[in-house]
């Protein structure tokens, strides 16, 4: 099936600092990648969808300047949390939709554990 | 509104078969699909269901009644490696993935 990889898989960072979090594409194009984030015991909760090309389109409740999303390429999609503060300490989760493929499955990034100090 | 409900937790023993059920209300729909998710990790896809009726895919049967807004996922032979969180996941007519809040599955020997 298709790959979807993430970077970092873990990161601690103290608060006021930003943090990029790259979600690739490994083997087929997308031209649409999903970011979430999961509170622990809690489910996926959709932050934005990223398109190629366009800006993206932010969650009701989430704050665009804040996470800032850039799909430069058909592969490659990153969030930037910006100014992180320990209460966006979480599990983001990238996805991303073959359109080689007529499912709409979503392939997920293994994810990246975000601890602000 | 778009809704997905699917219980929080259930318990089955090793061996044994367990059905979790999933109802959803969407915007239009363009299917139903099931994800796996082990503590710590990312969502794994299990089954996708447009049409009425129950797929199988070894140990794991996914089943659907659009009429009903109704799915289950079935696992017989559960194996200690089950234990998961179980997401069941609408789409709408837009495509997009409305998610449920998962079912937590207790595995006991």
């Known amino acids: 099936g298709a790959v979807v990889s993430q970077h970092p898989s873990r990161v601690i960072c103290k608060s006021g600092t930003s943090v990029k979090i790259e979600c690739r594409s490994l083997?087929?194009?997308?031209?649409?990648m999903f970011w979430y984030r999961q509170f622990p015991k809690q489910s996926l909760m959709l932050m934005a969808t990223?398109?190629?090309?366009?800006?993206?389109?932010?969650e009701q409740g989430v704050e665009k300047d804040k996470f800032l999303i850039n799909h430069a390429s058909l592969t490659l999609s990153t969030l930037t949390v910006t100014s992180a503060h320990p209460e966006d300490s979480s599990f983001y989760i990238c996805?991303?939709?073959?359109?080689?493929?007529?499912?709409?499955?979503?392939?997920f990034g293994p994810g990246t554990r975000l601890t602000v100090l | 509104g778009q809704n997905i409900d699917q219980p929080t937790e259930m318990t089955a023993t090793e061996g044994a078969i367990v059905q979790i059920n999933c109802t959803y209300q969407?915007?239009?729909?363009?299917?139903l699909f099931w994800y796996q998710q082990h503590a710590g990790e990312a969502p794994t896809f299990l089954s996708y269901n447009v049409l009425d009726g129950l797929e199988e895919k070894g140990r794991f049967s996914s089943f659907l009644s659009r009429s009903k807004g109704y799915s289950y996922l079935l696992l017989k032979e559960l194996q200690m490696k089950d234990s998961a969180s179980y997401l069941c996941?609408?789409?709408?007519?837009?495509?997009?993935?409305?998610w449920g809040a998962g079912t937590k599955l207790i595995i006991k020997p």
């Open positions: 990223s398109n190629e090309g366009s800006k993206a389109t932010y």
């Open positions: 996805s991303a939709r073959d359109l080689g493929l007529d499912n709409n499955e979503q392939f």
């Open positions: 969407t915007s239009g729909f363009n299917g």
């Open positions: 996941a609408g789409t709408d007519s837009n495509y997009q993935l409305i």
């Open positions: 083997d087929f194009q997308a031209t649409t």
